[in-house]
């Protein structure tokens, strides 16, 4: 998810905003103090850690309200800080301040361009230790994973700044004796892009890399749950001299849908990048028809990850534990239907089981944790409801399966499920969370159509030895992405994205900057005549 959970079925406005309102009331506050086991991180550069004001213009900004909202540790619950609470007239004064920008950031060369993001990623990976805390503090997951998201973000902006010298237009024969066609490459204007909290950085830097590179100027939205990475981000572009107007920031939490209506209803935006659920996706669509703007929106998944009976089990165990449980389960790209072949079944749950009970759970910062807590109680209920479902079914819960309460209110133990059935929610549903459910079946036609039962295509994983098979089934699967005899598909050059209710549009790789130009074909009549004498 994202914004919101992922969910494929439309969400009326009504529905959405009672779920924000909910947003403001800290579930978690209630736990006393002496059960906080979590420490707050120490920075670097204590300047990086931003409250209670947004960046919009090149300077530091307050919500015209006063109003702010805070923000919780998952972890411990204990209140991080706040962040300002923009509303509709906040988002257009950085709508207008991206559109001042516009007229003279155009006009740079892509070399100029390309040093800016440059200097920007070489400030992010010299304060990437700091960005890493941040991370960890405001969604959970462990430094490990953090410091691997803050090089995973920084990446976006080191593979743009060399994409952005190279944007190249066509020449293209005419039909027409005398005319020339050739086309180039603009970029699309001011941009509204709305990000996630399940990679604070990484999902903000893959859209901003490319809309800088084509020459772009932007506003984001950072995600309620996870402002402050966002924020540092922004002091990081501020020292690397990215031209006041350029990037704007602007947080929200309760005013999240007015914030993303005045981004889709804007006529000066020209195009909107989404992350997060199908349903709010539709939304999202619906309100930027009245401008007819370009979209590209990367959704929910359900991704099938595949076991054929002649796979490397080790191989594939390995891919099932990083799909699986890369970031508790909380990433769009997570294996959610694991479905394993009879032949190799009771060996895979065994051995995937033995491993997935070595995670050491608990608070991100914490020596040795590999997974930390969900991002908050409303994630826990939907894992737990898919757990007790599964169980009813007929499911056999041979690892983890309950809550842990010892640990936080956001704490689930990682679960894995033999046994599972199509009628179960996890088969339809998207879990977002650490439950592995294994699915047995017996033909690869029968898991193919399986696999591609679904309204979404976003990822899906298999794992085979057999290279007929391995294309076949490659091109057979209804999905954006495949990951062949691995679990982990995510790369700055690679295209991201789905097919069907998972989105369209491409992040990352030379797609991903596409996505913010135009193009424009120019002719010219009369040429390659002969030389007047
Ligand atoms: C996502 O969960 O939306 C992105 C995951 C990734 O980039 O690997």
Known sequence: MAILLRTAAPVSRAALRRRFQTFTIPQIQSRPASTMPHSVPKLNDPSLFKTDVAY????????????????????????????????????????????????????????????????????????????????????????????????????????????????????????IPGNRIVTIKEPVGVCGLITPWNFPAAMITRKIGPALAAGCTVVAKSPGETPFTSLALAELAHRAGIPKGVVNIVSALKNTLDVGEVLTTSPIVKKVSFTGSTGVGKLLMKQSSSTLKKLSF??????????????????????????????????????????IQSGIYDSFAEKFAAKVAEFKVGGGYEEGITHGPLIHDRAISK??????????????????????????????????????????????????????????????????????????????YFFSRDIQRIYRVAEALEVGMVGVNTGLISDAGAPFGGVKESGFGREGSKYGVGEYQTIKMITYGGMGQPLQK
């Open 298 to 339: 990367e959704l929910g998944g359900n991704a099938p990850f595949i076991v054929f009976d002649d796979a490397d089990l080790d191989t594939a165990v390995a891919g099932a534990i990083t799909s699986k449980f890369r970031s508790s389960g909380q990433t769009c790209v997570c294996a959610n239907r694991l479905l």
């Open 383 to 460: 894992v737990d409801a898919h757990v007790r479902d599964a169980e009813k079914k007929g499911g056999k819960v041979i690892q983890g399966g309950q809550k842990m309460p010892e640990l936080g209110e956001n704490f689930f133990q990682p679960t894995v499920i033999t046994g599972m059935t199509t009628d179960m929610a996890l088969s339809s549903e998207e879990t977002f969370g650490p439950v592995a459910g294994l699915f047995k079946f017996d033909t690869e036609d029968e898991v193919v159509k399986i696999a591609n039962n679904t309204e979404v295509g976003l990822a899906g």
């Open 56 to 175: 919009v213009n090149g300077e530091w900004v307050k919500a015209k309200s006063g109003k702010t909202f805070e923000v919780f540790d998952p972890s411990s619950g204990k209140l991080i800080g706040t962040a300002p609470e923009m509303d509709a007239e906040d988002t257009k004064k950085a709508i207008d301040a991206a559109a001042a920008a516009f007229p003279s950031f155009r006009t740079t060369t892509g070399r100029e361009r390309s040093k800016m993001l440059r200097k920007w990623y070489d400030l992010m990976v010299e304060n990437s230790e700091d960005i890493a805390r941040l991370i960890t503090w405001e969604n959970g997951k462990p430094l490990a994973d953090a410091k691997g998201e803050a090089t995973y973000a920084a990446n976006f902006f080191e593979w743009f700044s060399e994409e952005a010298p190279r944007i190249y237009g066509d020449t293209i024969p005419a039909s």
